[in-house]
């Protein structure tokens, strides 16, 4: 009897020792939309991400939509359809100026990917002079990118050169196949294949100085309640970005899938143009943010500064932890 005794006893104990080491329940993935605003490469690090299972292995039930332009984005992220978006810098300045809570938390590119391409008989920017270029939406990236090349070859916009609001960067090479424009801002692959069409590119607006292009945006309240989220992304986003930019052919398959560009030689130079630049640093440059103040009209925006528009507490976590290498 004490022998059964003690041998219940110590199976008792067996199987709560076992318990007490047994893996937890795995926690429930976190569903996340997030969003990307222009079919380009610059979106490489994200779409990595998403098909390489990358958020799927930081908890993160990943839904991605594109929406184009940053103005339409940063209007879904206010209605709380989406809390987090890869988008260009220009719209969240301009809706942070307006009483929007959007903030920077990381960024992703930090000049320009964007090209002015023009038709072939416009040999000077000059020639541009009572033409009309085409921007995908006002406020978003390629309308500043416009506007700063315009104003550095001495043009005004919308009073000597019409800028003409098409949707999508794609819609922008379509309008000028159609003579509705004669010129237009661009990333890869579309930049790209216009050149193989016969198009010009006047100038590469990277060139004309810092800006933040593209970067990682999120609203201030879900930054507040949902941080590890927000960490999470962060992560697999990076994670995204070094698969993109180190696995060459991997990197042009997902722009195969997501640009929908077949041609081998397109996807050659989109990837050579769109994967190098990208900071898997998560850097984001303050002297963008500025060139984008100084460059709006609002009545704020002289007094505003740069860090009022950051928001990089989990960017510093991640480099103390060693996860993104030594700080900037």
Request: proline share 5%.
């Amino acid at each position: 009897m004490r022998r059964r005794r003690s041998f219940k006893g110590m199976l008792a104990l067996a199987i709560g020792a076992a318990a007490a080491i047994a893996p937890a329940p795995a926690r429930a993935a976190t569903k996340l939309t997030s969003a990307y605003t222009a079919i380009s490469g610059v979106f490489g690090g994200q779409w990595a991400a998403q098909e390489a299972g990358i958020f799927a292995r930081y908890g993160i039930d990943s839904s991605l939509v594109y929406i184009a332009s940053a103005t339409k984005t940063a209007q879904a992220m206010l209605a709380g359809e989406v809390p987090i978006a890869v988008m260009g810098g220009e719209a969240v300045v301009s809706a942070a100026l307006g009483g929007a809570n959007l903030v920077f938390v990381a960024g992703v590119l930090n000049r320009s990917l964007y090209f002015i391409v023009v038709r072939q008989d416009i040999r000077d920017p000059q020639d541009l002079r009572g033409k009309a270029i085409g921007v995908t939406r006002y406020g978003a990236t390629s309308d500043f990118s416009a506007r700063l090349a315009l104003r550095h070859w001495r043009l005004e916009p919308n009073k000597d050169v019409a800028l003409l609001q098409l949707g999508g960067v794609p819609e922008i090479l379509a309008a000028m196949k159609s003579g509705a424009v004669q010129g237009g801002a661009m990333t890869p692959p579309t930049n790209v294949r216009a050149r193989h069409q016969g198009y010009r590119e006047l100038v590469n607006v990277g060139e004309l100085g810092f800006f933040p292009h593209v970067a990682l945006v999120t609203t201030r309240p879900f930054l507040r309640e949902h941080p590890d989220v927000v960490r999470a992304y962060l992560k697999a986003y990076t994670e995204g970005v070094r698969r993109y930019k180190t696995d060459k052919a991997f990197g042009i398959e997902i722009l195969r899938k997501y640009t929908k560009v077949t041609d081998p030689e397109l996807l050659e130079e989109s990837y050579a143009l769109a994967a190098p630049p990208l900071e898997d640093s998560l850097y984001l440059e303050p002297k963008g943010i500025q060139a984008v103040l100084e460059f709006s009209d609002h009545p704020g925006a002289k007094a505003a500064k740069p860090e009022d528009f950051m928001d990089l507490r989990l960017v510093h976590d991640l480099e103390r932890s060693g996860f993104l290498g030594s700080p900037r």
